[in-house]
Every structure is written in structure tokens, then in C-alpha cells.
């Protein structure tokens, strides 16, 4: 969608510090982390949220293999731990409307809390 911020950066418009990218799924730091480590994982093609990609073929499992090859395969988060978030509409504070998945970890997280 050509005014979604996260596909003006997964066409480079938008500068972003990628750290993973395949076929499907593109990857970067988030800019106001909220844990020694917080990465973005989307898919290339733009849903507005979780509800709307589940319906779009594959791209939940697109997501989800990214994560899992990254964090096993280029980082210690596997090893350690992490944690997987989407926010949802307004309840949920979701502020970017192209489905994203936060991926927190690199240190201990606390529980859930709201
Ligand atoms: P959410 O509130 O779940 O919609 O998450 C949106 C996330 O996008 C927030 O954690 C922001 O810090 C992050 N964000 C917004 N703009 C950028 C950007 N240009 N580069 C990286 N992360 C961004
Ligand atoms: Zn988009």
C-alpha cells in the first residue's frame, strides 16, 4: 500500500536497520525498543492486521519460520528466551496498520500486566 510506512521500508523508502529478510517476511529493529533486543517481523504483503493476514494463504507460517530461523539460527533468543506480541486495533494500541509481530528478548522480561 503505497502510504503504509512499513511498506514504504520493506521497498527502501523508508531507511530501516534490517535484521533478517526472505522471499516473504522482511525484518527490522524496532526504533523505540522496549527490551535490550525488540525486532519487527512483517510480511511483504500488506495486511492491516493479525485478523486479516490469518485469511491470506500462508503468512502466519511465513512469520512464524522467520522468527524461528532467526532466533535459532542468528541470535541466542532461542537459547534464552523471548517473547512474540501483535497488537490489534485501538484496545490493543496498535499504531502501524500493516500486520507486524514484536519479537522481545536479551534479557529477563516481567509478566504480562496491561
Ligand atoms: P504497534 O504499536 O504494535 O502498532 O507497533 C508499532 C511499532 O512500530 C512501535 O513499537 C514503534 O516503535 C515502531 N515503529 C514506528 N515507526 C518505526 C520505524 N520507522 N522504524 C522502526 N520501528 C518503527
Ligand atoms: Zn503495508
Known amino acids: 500500500m503505497s502510504d503504509c510506512l512499513f511498506c ?8 530501516s536497520k534490517k535484521v533478517y529478510e526472505n522471499e516473504n517476511v ?25 485478523n486479516e493476514l490469518v485469511t491470506s494463504g500462508n ?4 512469520i512464524f ?13 532461542a537459547k534464552n528466551g523471548f517473547r512474540v506480541v501483535t497488537n490489534m486495533g485501538k484496545h490493543g494500541c ?11 528478548g536479551g534479557e529477563q522480561l516481567s509478566s504480562f500486566g496491561k
Open 26 to 50: 522482511y525484518a527490522f529493529k524496532d526504533i523505540y525498543p522496549q527490551a535490550s533486543e525488540h525486532y519487527l517481523f512483517i510480511s511483504k504483503n500488506h495486511t492491516k492486521d493479525v
Open 8 to 15: 514504504k521500508i520493506i521497498h527502501g523508502d523508508i531507511p
Open 94 to 104: 496498535q499504531t502501524v496498520f500493516h500486520t507486524h509481530f514484536h519479537v522481545l
Open 59 to 62: 503468512e502466519l507460517n511465513h
Open 65 to 77: 519460520a522467520a522468527i524461528k530461523d532467526f532466533t535459532e539460527n542468528e541470535t541466542e533468543l
